[in-house]
């Protein structure tokens, strides 16, 4: 149960930080899906960081990980959207759109959490 407790509570306060951030993010760079991007990438950034010290540190305890990376990260990233998102351009046949979309989300996120993962490994030595 308390499993269950700590992905549920992590994905309340993932989900209300993905709305404060794109809407944030949003609201200063307009109507192109960079609330989307951001949240993703810094989703990536924290999850190779959260990761990354599970390496370090595997005896932390697992309620930790299911609140943080399962509820937390879980709710805050969104490949749905991002695919929904990424659908659309397509469509309305913005393929420069396209390409900088998914290539942001997807490159931009291996080298985030490849960054986080590194930071992890650099604070626990």
């Known amino acids: 149960m308390e499993k269950y407790m700590a992905i549920a509570c992590g994905g309340?306060?993932?989900?209300?930080?993905?709305?404060?951030?794109?809407?944030?993010?949003?609201?200063?760079?307009g109507p192109y899906p960079f609330g989307t991007i951001?949240?993703?990438?810094?989703?990536?950034?924290?999850?190779?960081?959260?990761?990354g010290a599970y390496l370090c540190r595997p005896d932390w305890p697992q309620w930790v990980r299911f609140f943080?990376?399962?509820?937390?990260?879980?709710?805050?990233?969104?490949?749905?959207?991002?695919?929904f998102e990424l659908l659309q351009l397509l469509t309305a046949g913005d393929f420069g759109d396209v390409l900088f979309y998914g290539a942001v989300q997807i490159l931009g996120g291996l080298v985030?959490?490849?960054?986080?993962m590194w930071i992890a490994k650099f604070v626990c030595a």
């Open 12 to 29: 309340a306060l993932g989900a209300l930080a993905r709305s404060m951030v794109g809407e944030w993010v949003m609201a200063r760079l």
């Open 38 to 51: 951001v949240v993703n990438l810094i989703g990536c950034l924290i999850i190779g960081i959260i990761l």
């Open 68 to 83: 943080l990376v399962v509820g937390g990260l879980g709710a805050f990233t969104t490949f749905s959207t991002f695919a």
């Open 112 to 116: 985030l959490c490849a960054i986080g």
